[in-house]
């Protein structure tokens, strides 16, 4: 079945810039999203790229998509701590989404 | 305007009861999908519901586990004989049809089994 990995933490410096890497094995997937959960609150939808684009810029989020290697990251510029929280990675092709098992990214001040 | 609301927000039951939660999803949203989120997990796809489709039930984990939509509208998971390790958030969604629109998250249940 389809199947979704992250690494499990990140830790950066406020001011630098924090990449977040997926790797997805469902070659239909057809959007790829990018879901932020901070602590006690529920998941909120960062940014989403369909599979023909290879590239989204959002303010301060990249989304990077390599399909060929089934490969997403997400790049946020200029972190802050409030950043910090759990990022999702997640595919969908028709219906249901599979979802990675979270980045926990944390802000050091 | 109103956003996914689902209840309770806490339930607290003992092994082997059975539990009921419940989803309101967004009005005119058609579909709607059940989601688990167990501590320091991702979310687990349980079930999806598509306007008057059949329900994808390929991520229930056993036959304790149950959902309806009814009128098209509200959802409630059931969950039979409840075990530890059923305890987690219990995460429901809704979105318009087709994989373009956005899910949007209800704040979640989280089930704990004594």
């Known amino acids: 079945g389809e199947d979704v990995e992250q690494s499990l933490f990140l830790s950066v410096r406020e001011g630098d810039s924090s990449v977040i890497n997926c790797t997805y094995t469902?070659?239909?997937?057809?959007?790829l999203y990018w879901y932020k959960q901070e602590p006690g609150a529920g998941l909120q939808l960062l940014t989403y790229?369909?599979?023909?684009?290879d590239m989204k810029q959002d303010q301060r989020l990249t989304v990077l998509l390599n399909k060929k290697d089934k490969h997403l990251s997400l790049r946020i510029a200029d972190t802050q701590t409030g950043d910090s929280a759990i990022y999702f990675c997640a595919e969908r092709g028709a219906g249901k989404s599979t979802f990675g098992d979270g980045t926990t990214l944390t802000v050091k001040p | 305007g109103a956003g996914v609301s689902q209840s309770p927000s806490n339930k607290v039951t003992e092994k082997g009861k059975d539990v009921e939660l419940r989803c309101d999803p967004i009005?005119?949203?058609?579909?709607l999908y059940w989601y688990r989120q167990s501590l320091g997990q991702g979310l687990e796809f349980l079930i999806y519901?598509?306007?008057?489709?059949?329900?994808?039930k390929s991520g229930l984990p056993s036959d304790r586990f149950s959902a309806e939509r009814t009128g098209g509208s509200v959802s409630t998971l059931t969950i039979q004989r409840t075990q530890q390790e059923d305890s987690a958030v219990y995460l429901c969604?809704?979105?318009?049809?087709?994989?373009?629109?956005?899910?949007?998250f209800g704040p979640g249940t989280r089930l704990t089994v004594l």
């Open positions: 009005s005119g949203h058609t579909a």
């Open positions: 969604a809704s979105s318009f049809g087709g994989a373009s629109n956005e899910q949007f």
């Open positions: 790229i369909f599979s023909n684009m």
């Open positions: 469902d070659s239909s997937s057809t959007y």
């Open positions: 519901f598509q306007g008057n489709s059949a329900p994808d």
